[in-house]
C-alpha cells in the first residue's frame, strides 16, 4: 500500500491551461506538504498544512492554490500555467514525534508546460 | 531566513567512505535530516539528529554540532547504489523541512 500518492505521475500541458494534482496519505498524518522540486533539483517548500488549515506559503504565486478537504487529502491546483512552472511536484506528509519529523514523500508528479 | 550549505557534487571510489558536509544558518532550529534521492525518484529519510553527536544507521551514520551549525552524513563501505543525491534539512520549530540544494554522490568502481 502506497503510503503517499500523488496523481498524475507525469503532466504535459499548454501554458495558461489551468491542472490539478491530488495527494493522499493513509498514514495517519496531521501535516501535509506540497514541494517543488526544479530542473537543478533544488528542492523547494511551497506550502504546508496542519489539520487542514494552512500554515506555510513560501512566497508562491497565487496562481497556486492548496485545497485541503480533510487531514488526508492535499490537492494542488494551478492556474494560467507558465513555462517555468515546469518542474517535479511533490507531496509529503509528516507527524512530530518525540524522535523528530520524518517527512514520507510521495513518488512525484512531472509536469511540462509548453 | 534560513539557509543550508552543501557541496554540490562528490565522487568516491566503490567499498570507501564518504562525507557529505552540511552548514546551516536558521531562527530555530530542532533537529538535522538527511534525505537520499535517486534519479526520477522521491527523497526518503536516512537519519536524524536532534542532539550532539553521532548517530549511526547501519552503513550510515549522521553527526550533529549545534553550537557549530555543522552536520554531516557518512557512508561506509560505498556500493554503487549509494549513487544519488542527498539533501541535509533542518527543522526549524513547526516551520517545515528546509532542504540544501542537495550533494550529488557518485561512486564509481
Known amino acids: 500500500d502506497t503510503a503517499v500518492s500523488q496523481t498524475p505521475k507525469y503532466l504535459v500541458t499548454q501554458m495558461g491551461n489551468d491542472k490539478s494534482i491530488k495527494c493522499e496519505q493513509n498514514l495517519g498524518h496531521d501535516t501535509m506538504y506540497w514541494y517543488k522540486q526544479d530542473s537543478k533539483k533544488f528542492l523547494k517548500i511551497m506550502f504546508s498544512y496542519n489539520n487542514k488549515e494552512l500554515i506555510i506559503n513560501e512566497t508562491v504565486p497565487n496562481r497556486f492554490s492548496p485545497k485541503s478537504p480533510d487531514k488526508a487529502h492535499l490537492n494542488l491546483h494551478i492556474n494560467s500555467l507558465e513555462l517555468g512552472d515546469s518542474a517535479v511536484y511533490f507531496c509529503?506528509?509528516?507527524?512530530?514525534?518525540?524522535?523528530?519529523?520524518?517527512?514520507?514523500f510521495g513518488e512525484g508528479s512531472w509536469l511540462t508546460v509548453v | 531566513g534560513q539557509s543550508l550549505e552543501q557541496p554540490s557534487e562528490v565522487t568516491a571510489v566503490e567499498g570507501a567512505i564518504v562525507q557529505i558536509n552540511c552548514t546551516y544558518q536558521?531562527?530555530?532550529?530542532?533537529?538535522l535530516s538527511w534525505y537520499q534521492q535517486h534519479d526520477g525518484g522521491a527523497p526518503t529519510f536516512l537519519s536524524y539528529n536532534a542532539l550532539d553527536g553521532l548517530e549511526e544507521t547501519g552503513r550510515f551514520s549522521s553527526f550533529l554540532s549545534r553550537s557549530d551549525s555543522y552536520g554531516y552524513l557518512l557512508l561506509q563501505e560505498l556500493q554503487m547504489k549509494d549513487s544519488a543525491s542527498y539533501f541535509c534539512a533542518v527543522n526549524s520549530g513547526n516551520t517545515p523541512l528546509v532542504f540544501g540544494k542537495g550533494t550529488r554522490l557518485s561512486v564509481i568502481a
Open positions: 536558521t531562527s530555530g532550529f530542532y533537529g
Open positions: 509529503a506528509s509528516s507527524q512530530v514525534t518525540g524522535t523528530g519529523n520524518t517527512i514520507y
